[in-house]
């Protein structure tokens, strides 16, 4: 029951856990071996619905965001095109049209 395990592949259940070297679950009763982890797994983006995120993707902000310096928020369903994920306070950043080049959280996008 740590959110350092994985969810079930079965039936994507989060309270999984560690019997033996074998991960389990108590929900579905699957039962899988641990994946190897590399380091191109550990950084994973995923969006306000749980998409995962790649770079050049486009996506879509889905709520007003006010800016700081700028007279107007960047509004609701404003099209982003091309994003560059980063390991940072932030996660994506990205080049809105009318505002120029920012960082952006993933909670605030989702996947176009």
Same mark, same amino acid.
């Given at each position: 029951m740590? $959110?350092t395990l %994985?969810q !079930?592949?079965?039936?994507?259940?989060v @309270?999984? @856990? &560690?019997l033996? =070297? *074998? *991960?389990?679950? %108590?929900e !579905? =009763?699957? +039962?899988?071996s641990k994946?190897? +982890?590399?380091? &191109?797994d550990?950084? +994973?983006?995923?969006d306000?619905v749980?998409?995962i *995120?790649?770079?050049?993707?486009? #996506? #879509? #902000?889905i709520k &007003? *965001?006010?800016?700081?310096?700028a007279?107007? %928020?960047?509004?609701i369903?404003t099209? /982003?095109k091309? /994003?560059?994920? +980063?390991?940072? &306070?932030?996660? /994506? $950043?990205?080049?809105?049209p009318?505002f120029g080049?920012?960082g952006?959280?993933s909670?605030?996008?989702?996947?176009a």
């Amino acid at each position: 029951m740590s $959110d350092t395990l %994985p969810q !079930c592949p079965s039936c994507s259940g989060v @309270y999984t @856990y &560690d019997l033996e =070297g *074998l *991960l389990n679950c %108590p929900e !579905c =009763g699957h +039962v899988w071996s641990k994946p190897e +982890v590399s380091s &191109d797994d550990a950084f +994973v983006v995923r969006d306000s619905v749980g998409n995962i *995120l790649g770079d050049g993707d486009t #996506v #879509v #902000v889905i709520k &007003d *965001l006010k800016v700081k310096g700028a007279s107007a %928020p960047v509004k609701i369903g404003t099209k /982003i095109k091309g /994003i560059r994920l +980063v390991n940072a &306070d932030h996660d /994506i $950043d990205c080049t809105i049209p009318g505002f120029g080049k920012m960082g952006l959280k993933s909670e605030f996008v989702k996947k176009a």
